[in-house]
Nanobody, 121 residues
Framework: QVQLVESGGGLVQPGGSLRLSCAAS????????MGWYRQAPGKQRELVAT???????NYANSVEGRFTISRDNAKNTVYLQMSSLKPEDTAAYYC???????????????WGQGTQVTVSS
């Protein structure tokens, strides 16, 4: 099994910054991609950003230029640096990873427990 543990959420004023971290642990053979999704109250979960181990990145249009995703492959950890935050960025942010525990097992989707980000003055 693979566990994802997030940290770094909180309350921030508009225009401020926050950094989220997510560490994957467990019996990991391959983990790719890793990324972040978010879900605001009354809305569907949406993609924020994903990153592949070779460095290829995909951002949602709404965050491109303000958020930066990165990962430490050796630590199976993904980060999300959020800057110029807006009230509409308020949501629960979920870490996501697709991985497998051995070369013979299938890939599965894994989710973290979520961390709340609130942007308000």
């Amino acid at each position: 099994q693979v566990q994802l543990v997030e940290s770094g959420g909180g309350l921030v004023q508009p225009g401020g910054s926050l950094r989220l971290s997510c560490a994957a642990s467990g019996s990991i053979r391959t983990i790719d991609p890793m990324g972040w999704y978010r879900q605001a109250p009354g809305k569907q979960r949406e993609l924020v950003a994903t990153i592949i181990s070779n460095g290829r990145i995909n951002y949602a249009n709404s965050v491109e230029g303000r958020f930066t995703i990165s990962r430490d492959n050796a630590k199976n950890t993904v980060y999300l640096q959020m800057s110029s935050l807006k009230p509409e960025d308020t949501a629960a942010y979920y870490c996501y990873a697709r991985g497998r525990t051995s070369y013979f097992s299938s890939f599965n989707d894994y989710w973290g427990q979520g961390t709340q980000v609130t942007v308000s003055s």
